[in-house]
């Protein structure tokens, strides 16, 4: 048995840490999607709650590498991967305050503002679906639109500001947020939403620090890009689910 499994030992190492973190995250991309679709379409009509398995999907989506890998890629052009480092950490490190903030300051705002869970979810669900449809409609453009341009050599160093917002914290990621740690009839804990959130935030850093390789990677790439476009139509389908639910909160039928 252990000479059976020295080869497959040998080739892990061959491949390289950057591989084996681009397979983890295929492999988690591909599981929150099964997760989106094996989910009882019926839960929301018995109740609004929300299991530890679909807030790790919806976070997933909404906070998940699948959309921070080509935006890190392109700001980071030309720099050395000691420069992707730090970049990569001090955002996580800001996007992590942020989500921190969010699931308690923005929960406190939201009461004292006067604004309903109802209306948050729907906001969320406007510019998700927004978001999400722009990239797929982007696939029917000319191949010279799609090109994103080269940054100048003279460019100045991406903050990492600019890349905790919204490249890694979505602003309808943020409000996904908030409506998860708000809803009174959910089934997890605020506790359990942050370490769900957090431990996201941390396979993003994961992506950033092995996107170079990941991308070197040719059958990953392209196992990426699938799996990205079906998280896109997801991503879609989650706006719009979200849209229909804040308005049976908000008291019309849907």
């Known amino acids: 048995m252990n000479m059976t499994m020295r080869p497959v030992r040998r080739r892990l190492r061959q491949l390289g840490p950057g591989v084996l973190a681009s397979l983890a995250l295929l492999a988690l ?54 420069f ?15 989500v921190l903030f969010a699931s308690t300051g923005g929960a406190a705002t939201l009461h004292k503002w006067g604004v309903s869970v109802g209306a948050l979810l729907l906001t969320a669900g406007i510019i998700l679906f927004l978001v999400a449809l722009k990239p797929v409609l982007e696939q029917f ?23 905790a917002f919204p490249a890694i914290v979505t602003p309808y990621g943020i409000a996904v ?19 769900v959130a957090i431990f996201i935030l941390l396979l993003d850093l994961l992506a950033m620090l092995y996107a ?18 079906v998280l896109g139509v997801l991503q879609i389908a989650l706006g ?15």
């Open 141 to 163: 453009a000319p191949h010279e639109a799609r090109i994103a341009p080269a940054p100048a050599a003279d460019a100045p160093p991406p903050s990492p500001m600019v890349l």
């Open 84 to 98: 992707r480092r730090r970049l990569a950490f001090k955002a996580t490190v800001i996007a992590v305050i942020a």
């Open 212 to 229: 170079d390789r990941i991308f070197k990677t040719p059958f990953v790439a392209i196992a990426l890009g699938i799996v990205n476009a």
């Open 29 to 82: 991309a591909v599981a929150a999607s099964a997760q989106q679709v094996t989910e009882n379409p019926t839960e929301h009509t018995q109740g609004v709650t929300f299991s530890l398995g679909k807030v790790f999907t919806i976070l997933f989506l909404t906070l998940g590498p699948a959309k921070l890998l080509g935006p890190f890629m392109s700001m980071t052009r030309g720099r050395d991967y000691a």
């Open 240 to 254: 719009i689910s979200a849209i229909l639910l804040a308005l049976r909160l908000l008291g019309l039928k849907t």
């Open 177 to 195: 947020l908030i409506v998860l740690v708000t809803l009174p009839a959910s089934e997890t804990s605020v506790a359990e939403v942050l370490a």
